[in-house]
């Protein structure tokens, strides 16, 4: 169909490419004092809200394909994979521009502060899934106990949106806004796949099967 083959026009390696400049801007600006009074809070934050954005698409992967018929399903990986280097990117600044491997304040941050609390379990939960996004481990792993390994991409994304809200002061709009966003895409999960019309195309439900 003309309208699918739009979609999945640019290979996988792009979802890379554009994925990544705005992690380039941030550091090319951080390190040419363009980034105002406070270059690396800006940095530190800037990284934790595109992963946070990576993840989220990710995640619209299956909902867009069962209730729009947009079958991304290509890019699925690189959008993770792009989540994982944003997440690994802003946990990097923390740990060595923010508190200069400082492991007692790291530690003491880990266990006193709810919202480093609940990042870092974030970031554990999505290590195994960034490690074993490739074919080799899908063979070795089986595709259920694959799947099966892969949901743990759930309460990892629920984590950093939490992250975001615990750490603002007041009530800002926005973690508000992607806490429902997350949320709505993990309830669009039990939404039954529309009925397919008569005529449909089979390769997108086997899709919709896999996931
Ligand atoms: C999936 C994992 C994570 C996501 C999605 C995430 C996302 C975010 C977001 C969206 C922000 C706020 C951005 C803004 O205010 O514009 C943030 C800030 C922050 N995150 Fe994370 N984060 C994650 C993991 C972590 C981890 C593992 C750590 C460190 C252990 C961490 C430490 C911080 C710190 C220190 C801030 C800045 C707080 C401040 O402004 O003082 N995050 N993160």
Do not use: C
């Not at 890019?75 to 997440?87: E, H, S, T």
């Not at 480093?116 to 970031?123: K, P, S, V």
């Not at 490739?134 to 950093?160: D, E, Q, T």
């Not at 926005?174 to 949320?183: A, C, Q």
Request: proline share 6%.
């Amino acid at each position: 169909m003309a309208q699918s083959k739009l979609w999945t026009a640019a290979p996988e390696w792009a979802v890379y490419a554009v994925g990544l400049v705005p992690a380039a801007d941030l550091f090319v600006r951080a390190f040419s004092n363009a980034l105002g009074a406070d270059p690396l809070r800006i940095l530190e934050n800037g990284l934790g809200e595109w992963a946070l954005r990576f993840l989220i698409l990710g995640l619209a992967v299956t909902p867009l394909m069962r209730l729009a018929r947009i079958n991304l399903v290509k890019y699925r990986r690189a959008l993770g994979l792009v989540a994982f280097i944003y997440v690994v990117l802003h946990l990097g600044v923390y740990l060595v521009l923010d508190k200069q491997f400082f492991w007692g304040e790291i530690g003491a941050d880990i266990v006193k502060r709810p919202y480093i609390t609940i990042g870092m379990a974030a970031f554990v939960l999505l290590v195994p899934l960034a490690v074993t996004s490739n074919r080799l481990s899908i063979r070795k792993m089986g595709a259920a106990g694959w799947r099966k390994l892969h949901r743990l991409v759930y309460p990892a994304v629920l984590f950093g949106a939490v992250h975001y809200l615990l750490l603002v002061k007041a009530w800002p709009p926005e973690p508000i806004i992607y806490l429902v966003i997350v949320v709505g895409l993990l309830a669009l999960r039990f939404v039954k796949p529309a009925r397919r019309a008569r005529g449909g195309s089979p390769g997108l439900a086997r899709e919709a099967v896999r996931q």
